[in-house]
């Protein structure tokens, strides 16, 4: 068994189970010691619990005695969801939505301060002594000592100044709201509306009020919403009224600026270039009309016509006229032939007369082929005159295509200006006629009526409260208490939570004697068939199967703290053994504090120093225990002490030699955690024998010390129980052989 192996690994499996199954078996023996460990810590602190059960429960009766009886009306208030349409306009202030959240929000408005405010204004609570001290009038014994007050000079606590008259009204006002409750009924639309008085007239008027003032609080809301976004609108309406004629002149500005006006909706640049299109088109015909003609003429005079084929010249009314001419010359000439011949002088005359006609027909022929040169010379240029006016009004138009591009912005900016003009004033329209018809979202369908009976205090619920919490409350301390105690009082604590064997316990002698004078190391000689004097030799035992296999005759005893029983343990143990017919030996290896010599009441003048620096031998140190047999190696006064005492090589030559001697060595230690010499010692000794104090050393302690010692690779043989009170041990569970202290404490010689 190593030093941390709980005794209960080796225990034999118990035949009560044998024939069941291990899960059940096992879950079922839980539970029983689960019970079990409840019901004794409810025995071993069942004085607290009762202490703390009854001084709640005596608190809950003074304090329902001595409550002032309160009454509570309650109103119920209904969010409607319907909605009453005088116009089809949108409100400003829309209706609350039928939802959940909405009617728990509307509980929370009911409880805000603002509304309680309203209330106590509205029924002078300020006045009323229920909600305000400062309003009772002193009568008594208080009237006589106020009015001494005043003539003495005391200051009037009526007369407040401004911050404490503010205090007072906040005062005021949570005094009011301490009554008030507000709860919804179920998921239903309604909500109660409670307040809790002394008065039961008082009750119902507040809660009444409570109710009418949050109605008319939803109006007032609503009014205001209205009126105020109606002056907003109004504000705003003349803003973008100027906005809109900003923007519309920005735009004629612009157009006036860069060319772009426009009539009948289309723009003028774009219609003179149109009109440009149609004309050059018009010209370029002409000139191609008057270039054909004269081509054509031209191409007829050179094939050898005379012109009078010409179509201009067919048309002329001058060469029409000269050929009239040329035929009656003609006709002339011919009978003149026929009558004179040709030299007849009024032959020659009409052939002079025709000739000269020809000449006018070709002069006039030749006239009509330049006009026709003229025409298309002059068409030309029309059509090249109107074709440089529409560059120009391309270059116009491109120039205004740029500058449409701002024009469009500002036109777009004046569009969207006069659209939200438009629906600000139609809005505003709408909002104006809405004032003067707002409706609440909710209604009173039950006025709160006068109560009876009084709500508080409830007697029966108050004890039965009082009794739940009492015993509540004593369980806690219970649970409380034993959290807080950190000691170890069992064999299980020993073997669970430090996972080290258990030894014993070696129990205080006041719990196990009935003679109290007498000293603990004398009476295990006086008494060595008591159960105190049984305790050491049950550590004995425990002791000698520390390390299986190996013997045990070096044991170091210690402790993590000082005052846990040591020296009284190691005297006693020695003696207790020696009683036995054992060779054993008690050495004091607690050089600070020579406890040993203390409790024998001896001081010897030579002990284990001077034996380890040779200035005495063993047997000249060894002191004789005439009573028990044992041998004691105590510690003499010095001045001074060595550094090092118990790692020296002298040391290890003692042990070794008392090993042979002695069949039981004892070394009383000095505690582990303040003293190093422990942690130097305890390696030289078979086993370590860890003491605690029952309930008093604290857990973590002895783990630290455990870590200490694990280190040196000392062996911890286990940990015993010191200064045990087995009346109140037996408490503790069976499992633990205090538990059975009752029964076998007869067996015993007190």
């Not at 108050?462 to 959290?483: D, H």
């Not at 080290?500 to 190391?521: H, Q, W």
């Amino acid at each position: 068994m190593n030093a941390h192996t709980p005794s209960s690994v080796l225990e034999p499996e118990s035949p009560g189970h044998q024939g069941f199954p291990p899960n059940q078996w096992t879950s079922s023996l839980a539970g029983q010691l689960d019970l079990r460990r409840l019901w004794n810590v409810f025995r071993r602190r069942l004085r607290l619990f009762g202490a703390v059960a009854a001084a709640l429960l005596l608190a809950t009766i003074l304090f329902t005695l001595q409550a002032t009886p309160k009454y509570t009306a309650t109103a119920n208030v209904m969010l409607d969801p319907r909605k009453e349409k005088v116009t089809d306009t949108e409100a400003v202030l829309s209706g609350l939505p039928p939802d959940s959240p909405t009617v728990d929000t509307e509980v929370e408005v009911l409880k805000s301060r603002q509304l309680a405010e309203r209330v106590v204004k509205s029924l002078n609570l300020e006045a009323d002594p229920e909600f305000n001290p400062l309003a009772s009038k002193p009568t008594g014994v208080k009237a006589v000592i106020a009015s001494v007050a005043g003539m003495f000079g005391a200051p009037d606590q009526t007369k407040l100044s401004p911050i404490e008259q503010q205090k007072q009204h906040e005062l005021v006002v949570d005094n009011v709201l301490a009554g008030l409750s507000i709860k919804r009924a179920g998921l239903t639309y309604i909500i109660n509306v409670g307040y809790e008085s002394e008065s039961p007239q008082k009750a119902a008027l507040i809660a009444n009020k409570f109710s009418e003032l949050y109605l008319l609080e939803q109006m007032e809301a609503k009014f205001d919403a209205t009126r105020q976004a109606t002056t907003w609108l109004n504000q705003r309406l003349d803003e973008l009224r100027g906005q809109v004629l900003a923007d519309e002149a920005a735009v004629q500005q612009y157009k006036i600026a860069n060319n772009l006006m426009s009539a009948s909706g289309t723009n003028l640049t774009e219609a003179e270039i149109s009109s440009y299109n149609v004309t050059l088109t018009q010209a370029q015909a002409q000139v191609a009309e008057d270039a054909a003609r004269l081509n054509t003429a031209r191409n007829q005079l050179a094939g050898g016509s005379n012109g009078e084929d010409v179509g201009e010249a067919l048309d002329s009314p001058v060469i029409q006229k000269l050929r009239e001419q040329r035929t009656q010359v003609s006709s002339t000439v011919a009978d003149l032939q026929g009558r004179y011949g040709d030299r007849h002088p009024e032959m020659l005359k009409a052939k002079r007369q025709l000739t000269d006609i020809d000449a006018q027909i070709q002069a006039e022929i030749q006239r009509v082929i330049s006009n026709l040169q003229a025409k298309v010379q002059v068409s030309r240029q029309r059509a090249g005159a109107i074709s440089g006016s529409l560059g120009g009004a391309k270059g116009a138009l491109v120039a205004n295509n740029r500058a449409m591009v701002r024009l469009n912005e500002l036109q777009r900016t004046s569009e969207a200006s006069r659209t939200l003009y438009e629906s600000y004033l139609n809005r505003f329209k709408e909002t104006s006629t809405q004032q003067g018809i707002e409706q609440s979202d909710a209604r009173v369908v039950s006025k709160a009526k006068i109560p009876t009976k009084q709500s508080s205090p409830k007697v029966t619920l108050n004890l039965a409260l009082g009794l739940l919490l009492a015993l509540g409350a004593g369980a806690g301390a219970i649970a409380l208490a034993e959290m807080l105690d950190s000691g170890l009082a069992t064999a299980e604590d020993v073997e669970r939570r430090l996972e080290a064997t258990y030894l014993g316990s070696i129990p205080s002698l006041a719990s196990v004697a009935d003679d109290t004078n007498v000293a603990p190391i004398d009476y295990v000689v006086a008494k060595p068939l008591s159960s105190f004097s049984e305790a050491f030799r049950n550590l004995r035992t425990s002791i000698l199967y520390a390390r299986l296999g190996e013997p045990v005759k070096i044991v170091a005893v210690t402790s993590s703290l000082p005052g846990e029983g040591k020296t009284t343990t190691s005297i006693c143990l020695g003696r207790a053994t020696a009683l036995q017919g054992q060779k054993v030996l008690v050495v004091d290896c607690d050089l600070r504090r020579r406890t040993v010599n203390r409790v024998l009441r001896h001081e010897p003048t030579v002990g284990l120093l001077e034996v380890l620096n040779g200035e005495a031998t063993l047997e000249q140190a060894i002191i004789p225990d005439s009573e028990s047999g044992a041998h004691i190696l105590p510690l003499a006064k010095s001045g001074v002490t060595p550094k090092e005492v118990f790692g020296t090589a002298a040391m290890d030559r003692l042990l070794n030699e008392l090993r042979s001697r002695y069949d039981l060595v004892v070394l009383d230690t000095a505690p582990v955690l303040p003293v190093a010499d422990t942690r130097v010692l305890a390696p030289k000794a078979d086993a370590v024998i860890f003491l605690t104090r029952w309930r008093k050393t604290p857990q973590h302690a002895v783990e630290s010390a455990f870590r200490l010692l694990a280190g040196t690779g000392a062996h911890i043989g286990g940990v015993a129980l010191t200064q045990v009170d087995m009346q109140q041990q037996s408490k503790y569970g069976y499992g633990d052989p205090g538990y059975y202290y009752a029964e076998y404490k007869k067996y015993y010689v007190s």
